[in-house]
C-alpha cells in the first residue's frame, strides 16, 4: 500500500479531499494512505516558530529549515521519497505520475507558503516538483495533486481500463466520450457509437484520439513513434490543413 505524508502548515486545507470521492474510498479499501503532518507540531524555541524573515532584507517569510527536517526525519523511512512542492521544481506530467505509481517508495510531500523554504532544504529532499509555470499560495493544492494522479493509477482504485486510455498515457489525448440524450439542441452523438459494433467503436476512438492530439496537443505527436496507421492519418490531416 502506498503511503503519502504531507507535511503543512495548514492540515485544515485537506479535509475534503480525504473524505470525497475515490479518494475516501481508495482510503477506506487500505488502498493507499494519507497523513497530514503539521509543520507547527515541529516548530523550535520558546516562540514555537516555524518560519521567520530572510536574510538580506526582503518582502515575506520563509520556512524555516529546522521544523521542516525534524518532521521529514519524524517520518522518514528507508521507503521514503522526499518531495519539495515549488515552481522552481521539474514540470509533473502523467508519465512521472505513472513512474511513481509503479515505485515501491512511499511519498512525503513538503508544502512550501509564503516566500518559499530555507533554500538548505534542498539538501534533505529527492526530487522537486512543479504543478507548472505559475505560483500558488502554497503547495498544498500542489501536493494533492500529486497524490490524486497517483492514487487513481494505485491497484484497484480504478478500473484499469478506465485510465489506459487516459490523456498523456500513449502521448495522445483521450478519445471523445458522450452520454445521453442522443441528441441535444441538435448536436449528436457520433452514430458509429451507437451502433453496437465494438470493432468499429474501437477503431473510431483510436482516430479521434490523435485527430484531437493533432489538432489540441501537436507538440505530443513531435517525439511520439506512429505506427503505420498512424502516419496514415496524420499524412491525411495535414493534406487537409493545407
Ligand atoms: C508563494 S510560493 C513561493 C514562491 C517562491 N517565492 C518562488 O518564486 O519560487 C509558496 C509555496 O507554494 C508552493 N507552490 C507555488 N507554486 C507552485 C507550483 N507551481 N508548483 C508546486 N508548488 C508550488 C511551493 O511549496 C512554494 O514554496
Redo the contacts with the bound molecule.
Sequence with gaps: MKKFTVLTLFPEMFAGFVTTSIIKKALERKLIAIEIVDIRDYSVGKHHQVDDYQYGGGQ?MV?MLEPLVKAIRAHQTSNSLVV??????QT?QQKMAVNLANDKADLIL????????DERILHYVDLE???????????EL?SMVVIDSIARLATDVINPESHQNDSFSEELLDYPVYTKPVTFEGHEVPAVLLSGHHQNIAQWREFKAFEKTFYKRPDLLKDKKLSELQQKWLAELEQKEN
Design positions: 515575506g520556512l519539495l512542492l515549488t515552481p522552481q521544481g509533473y513538503i508544502c512550501g507558503h509564503y516566500e518559499g523554504f516538483l512543479s504543478l507548472g509555470d505559475y505560483v500558488l499560495t502554497g503547495g500542489a
